[in-house]
């Protein structure tokens, strides 16, 4: 066995054990399909800075479970090859069967679109940033893939050459939904799509009961768009109006500066920290609940907190259930954030699939996006 084909089912093994890797045929996909000729121009790799082919540390890298960052834009990471483990759980989730048609927004390095081309599925994969998409493009002919094309252009609008679609995957974290995705999508096609929430951009599966009805495709009716939840996931932001804001959005994500001391702390209510996945969904719900939450750095990672209107002051919730809270209001923080936690427990520790809303039209009024409105508990 060479040395990337042991680095691959390196990689298999840990998007199984994790769980989420589970079908055969994409499991032949993850074994075969060369990530490192995705990652051609070189990616980001923490402590090691940027690594290039040939430089060590490069195969090994390109193997890792870990989001690589391929593109900055003034320090903003602004293309990347996604998790591969969040990968797998999106295309399984999505039960892309061969000869399907596929519509990914937002097609980074195209390793994401040979993954789905190489389970059958006939991809069109569309990139805002042409020099992005083009690298795409020559990935997929160096691999030799061709059941999987890029187009270059704002994703918002889709890509209604290739339309109807039987399955729409959005790689990019988004604040709302493109109606032209809803309408470009076959009645009873699948859709998944990272919309934000509360600082974060878990995945949701979308749908429309009007799309479905209809034997022709067209623009739903408002109230007829539904997001559940499917699970808790980062990704970098749109471009263009899949980004715009609309009023009863969560804040941005603080960057807390540096001196602010937490003058209430509460202690843990749990002997043991939550795992990544059960902290995502305290976070979720928090959000579902609470317009002021959102991420804010804490703890060498990023966190819930509710926020004041100074950004500089608020509650943060930990994994272990403490919570530390500072600002002219820190005592009224710290109890909102207390009684979210002790909502979430009476709740019976709800879990992120368990959560739907309704999506209205909001955003750019001349490139509108449908958003979520209101998050209810289901099951
Ligand atoms: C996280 S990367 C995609 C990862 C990719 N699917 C992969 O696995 O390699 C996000 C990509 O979305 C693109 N993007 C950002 N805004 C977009 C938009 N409005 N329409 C289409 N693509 C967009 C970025 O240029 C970036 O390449």
């Given at each position: 066995?060479?040395?990337?084909?042991?680095?691959?089912?390196r990689?298999?093994?840990v998007?199984?054990?994790?769980?989420?890797l589970?079908?055969d045929d994409?499991?032949?996909?993850?074994?075969s399909?060369p990530r490192e000729?995705?990652?051609?121009d070189g990616?980001h790799?923490?402590?090691?800075?940027?690594?290039r082919p040939g430089?060590?540390?490069?195969?090994?890298?390109a193997?890792?479970?870990?989001?690589?960052?391929?593109?900055f834009?003034n320090?903003?990471?602004?293309?990347s090859?996604?998790?591969?483990?969040?990968?797998a759980?999106?295309?399984?989730?999505?039960?892309?069967?061969p000869?399907?048609?596929v519509?990914?927004?937002?097609?980074?390095?195209?390793?994401?679109?040979?993954?789905m081309a190489?389970i059958?599925?006939?991809?069109?994969?569309?990139?805002v940033?042409p020099?992005?998409?083009?690298r795409?493009?020559?990935?997929?002919?160096e691999?030799?893939?061709?059941?999987?094309r890029?187009?270059v252009?704002?994703g918002y609008?889709?890509d209604?050459?290739g339309?109807p679609?039987?399955?729409?995957?959005?790689?990019?974290g988004?604040t709302g939904v493109?109606?032209?995705w809803?309408?470009q999508l076959v009645?009873g096609?699948l859709?998944l799509?990272?919309?934000?929430?509360a600082g974060?951009?878990?995945?949701l599966?979308v749908w429309a009961?009007?799309?479905?009805?209809?034997?022709e495709p067209?623009?739903p009716?408002?109230?007829?768009v539904?997001?559940?939840?499917?699970c808790?996931a980062?990704?970098?932001a749109?471009?263009?109006?899949?980004?715009?804001?609309?009023?009863w959005a969560?804040?941005?994500?603080?960057?807390?500066p540096?001196?602010?001391?937490?003058?209430?702390?509460?202690?843990p209510?749990?002997?043991?920290a939550?795992?990544?996945?059960?902290y995502?969904?305290l976070?979720f719900?928090v959000?579902?609940w609470?317009?002021?939450?959102?991420?804010g750095?804490?703890d060498?990672g990023s966190g819930c907190?509710?926020?004041?209107?100074?950004?500089?002051?608020?509650?943060?919730?930990?994994?272990?259930?403490?919570i530390?809270?500072a600002?002219?209001?820190a005592?009224?923080?710290a109890?909102?954030a207390?009684?979210?936690?002790d909502r979430?427990l009476?709740?019976?520790?709800?879990g992120i699939?368990?959560?739907?809303?309704?999506?209205?039209?909001a955003?750019?009024?001349?490139?509108?996006?449908?958003?979520p409105r209101?998050w209810?508990?289901?099951?």
């Open positions: 066995m060479t040395d990337v084909s042991a680095l691959r089912e990689l298999v093994d998007l199984r054990d994790d769980g989420g589970t079908r994409l499991i032949q996909a993850f074994a399909v000729l995705f990652l051609a990616f790799l923490g402590d090691a800075g940027f690594l430089d060590e540390g490069f195969l090994a890298g193997y890792r479970n870990d989001a690589l960052v391929t593109k834009d320090g903003r990471p602004v293309s090859s996604s998790q591969p483990s969040l990968m759980l999106m295309i399984e989730e999505l039960s892309i069967a000869g399907m048609r519509l990914e927004i937002g097609a980074g390095t195209g390793y994401n679109a040979a993954l190489h059958g599925a006939d991809v069109t994969s569309v990139d940033q020099d992005v998409a083009a795409a493009a020559r990935a997929l002919r691999a030799g893939v061709t059941g999987a890029v187009r252009g704002d609008l889709g209604p050459s339309a679609y039987d399955r729409i995957i959005v790689t990019v988004i493109s109606p032209h809803l309408a009645p096609g859709m799509a990272p919309v934000a929430h974060n951009n878990p995945v599966r009961e009007a799309a479905r009805r209809r034997a067209g623009w009716a408002t109230d007829d539904w997001a559940d939840g499917v808790g980062g990704f970098m749109a471009a263009g109006p899949l980004a715009a804001r609309y009023p969560h804040p941005d994500p603080i960057r807390v540096d001196g602010v001391t937490a003058s209430v702390q509460i202690p209510r749990w002997p043991q939550l795992d990544g996945l059960r995502h969904d976070w719900a959000g579902a609470d317009r002021r939450a959102t991420g750095p804490f060498g907190v509710l926020v004041d209107e100074t950004r500089a002051g608020g509650a943060a919730i930990r994994a272990d259930g403490s530390l809270a600002g002219e209001h005592a009224e923080y109890d909102d207390g009684i979210l936690l979430w009476d709740a019976g520790r709800p699939e368990r959560w739907r809303a309704p999506l209205v039209l955003g750019d009024p001349a490139a509108p996006i449908y958003v209101e209810s508990l289901i099951r």
